[in-house]
């Protein structure tokens, strides 16, 4: 069992530079990939960007290829996302997600968080 509880996000204003975080519980966290989806209301859960079980692969989406980075800290079994010059079209409830795979996987299997609430103001 894995437990994975997310903090950050909230209300920011665009151009803004928040971070989320994503804390998991269980012994095996180093062994898998991390990724982070978001969704819309209304749309379906989408992929944001991934990171392998070392911090040695990583993957975003294309609409935040440049802005966003994620990086991983295996010694705090903790993920980050850092979401820089954020866009109003960036604003969504954005989940972590392990997809229990070593290797980055944008198909949403696995584990979810409980979901942090990101809104942009323009």
Request: proline share 3%; net charge positive.
């Amino acid at each position: 069992q894995v437990q994975l509880v997310e903090s950050g996000g909230g209300l920011v204003q665009a151009g803004g530079s928040p971070r989320l975080s994503c804390a998991a519980s269980g012994r095996t966290f180093s062994a898998w990939a991390m990724g982070r989806f978001r969704q819309v209301s209304g749309k379906e859960r989408g992929f944001v960007a991934g990171i392998s079980w070392n911090g040695g692969s990583t993957s975003y989406a294309d609409s935040v290829k440049g802005r966003f980075t994620i990086v991983r800290d295996n010694a705090k079994s903790t993920v980050y996302l850092q979401m820089n010059s954020l866009k109003p079209e960036d604003t969504a409830v954005y989940y972590c997600n392990t997809p229990l795979t070593p290797n980055v996987s944008d198909r949403g299997g696995g584990y979810w968080g409980q979901g942090t609430q990101v809104t942009v103001s323009s």
